[in-house]
């Protein structure tokens, strides 16, 4: 398979992966379990290095080390959706929150934020050396992978293959592989309380 040798020469490791980001980069990273967060981790822990870099977003489900106010001017996150994490560290004054419905995240990521670097987590190729995006990057990574001049993927063997339109991304369209075997992230269940179940009784 002659994408087998272009995946080799695409590798690098997540810390060489990270080395790509320069100060004024704006990264797209696909919301929830879509997010390459060991990767995001990586460009973080170089933050000293760089200046005015913007990771635009739809949900965090895991901890970044750029959330808090020191990384201010350096790297910091652009929200197009507050979740619990961003409401934890809203207070620091590093996250930008552009709200929109849904619907219009396509739109808005490629003529508002228009980033020039996409990062996202991915399947491991098929045969013909088309990656997934997973259960969440259907939504609006083809979009981003039309709007980025730089593609960075980071392939875990956990991700599901997603099949449908827009739901996978061909070697020969990344620039920078990395990879990290880890269970997806979900969203943890909560118990229901007594008022819970009495609102409910009304339903």
């Not at 489900?61 to 910091?76: A, P, R």
């Not at 020039?116 to 259907?138: C, F, I, R």
């Not at 070697?171 to 269940?189: G, S």
């Amino acid at each position: 398979m002659e994408w087998e040798a272009t995946y080799s020469q695409k590798l690098v490791s997540i810390e060489e992966a990270a080395k790509s980001i320069t100060s004024g980069d704006k990264i797209s990273a696909p919301g929830g379990c879509a997010v390459p967060y060991q990767f995001l981790n990586s460009v973080g822990e170089r933050w000293q290095e760089l200046k005015d870099v913007s990771v635009a977003t739809v949900l965090y489900m895991d901890m970044i080390n750029f959330l808090e106010d020191k990384y201010s001017g350096h790297i910091g996150t652009h929200s197009i959706f507050i979740g619990p994490l961003e409401r934890m560290f809203m207070e620091h004054g590093n996250i930008k929150v552009t709200s929109c419905n849904l619907s219009f995240a396509r739109e808005l990521f490629q003529k508002t934020i228009a980033a020039n670097v996409v990062a996202m987590e991915v399947s491991p190729p098929d045969k013909w050396g088309y990656m997934s995006y997973g259960p969440v990057g259907t939504s609006v990574n083809g979009a981003l992978v039309e709007s980025a001049d730089r593609v960075i993927v980071q392939v875990n063997d956990k991700v599901p293959y997603v099949y449908g339109k827009d739901a996978c991304i061909h070697i020969d369209e990344v620039d920078i592989i990395c990879e990290c075997h880890h269970d997806l992230h979900v969203l943890p269940d909560i118990p229901v309380s007594e008022n819970d179940r009495k609102m409910a009784q009304y339903i």
